[in-house]
């Protein structure tokens, strides 16, 4: 009997989802309705369901950072990565990135219609993962779901809009509640890392926080400069010293003239991939 995780922060929105997934697929069984991003990715390596249907925005981690997250932290010993449905209530433009990188989409408000055929793909998408049980269908490793992810993140990031790129960033010098203010040079920046509310910025001469969050500082730095290699963290490219790959097959690098050791998400170790 496949199996399904569901992730809705609306009860009644998850609800009606349920009651319409039973009439188009009487024989999936619901294994959990969640309510919100993190408890999604707990749940999915808790529970490896074969189906997750997710709904984009919800509190604290959205869809689809819970999928990313969920593809990073998923390893071969879960088996097969499940078939990702998202539950979205964007605009066709959107709709087209999703189409683009062949993650299944359903519409809100859900129709009946729309999700026989999403069932329709999932039931084909599990009986070939039966069929080739000893040989794992392409599409349905970590590693290519993180790769659909990243490629639909991408497309979804809002571009530069004509904003100059910047040149100086105003922290704060004295840690997240610290009153100093000053404008450190871009050019100094090692790495930028969201914590919480805040962003941390990182430079050979110490760290300063930042209050811009990190998607908005995003289209404004030159992506030949700064590498995003998790979805919390921005390196300069030209400062990395070493990268190594643990036994679990994780990425990791360092920097020069930093002591850190960052960690590199599934989602952007294509960066590295001669590795």
Known sequence: MPTALIAEDEPLLAAALQTELAQAWPELHIAATVGDGASAVRQALALKPDVLLFDIRMPGLSG???????????????????????????????????????????????????????????????????????????????????????????????????????????????????????MVPVADVLYLQAADKYVRVVTANGEHWLRTPLKDLLPRLDARQFWQIHRSTLVRAAAIDTVQRDEAGKLRLTLRGCPDVLAVSRLYAHLFKAM
Request: proline residues 7%; negative net charge.
């Open 64 to 182: 689809l950072d819970a999928a990313a997250e969920l593809a990073d932290a998923w390893d071969d010993a879960h088996g097969p990565f499940p078939a990702l449905v998202f539950v979205t209530a964007y605009d066709q433009y959107a709709v087209q990135a999703f189409e683009a990188q062949a993650l299944d989409y359903v519409l809100k408000p859900v129709q009946q219609e729309r999700l026989q055929k999403t069932v329709h793909k999932l039931r084909q998408t599990l009986a070939q993962r039966a069929l080739a049980a000893t040989n794992p269908v392409a599409g349905s490793t970590p590693d290519a779901a993180a790769a659909r992810l990243r490629l639909l993140l991408d497309a979804l990031q809002p571009g530069a809009a004509a904003l100059p790129p910047l040149m100086q960033l105003q922290v704060s010098s004295a840690g997240s509640g610290g009153n100093t203010i000053r």
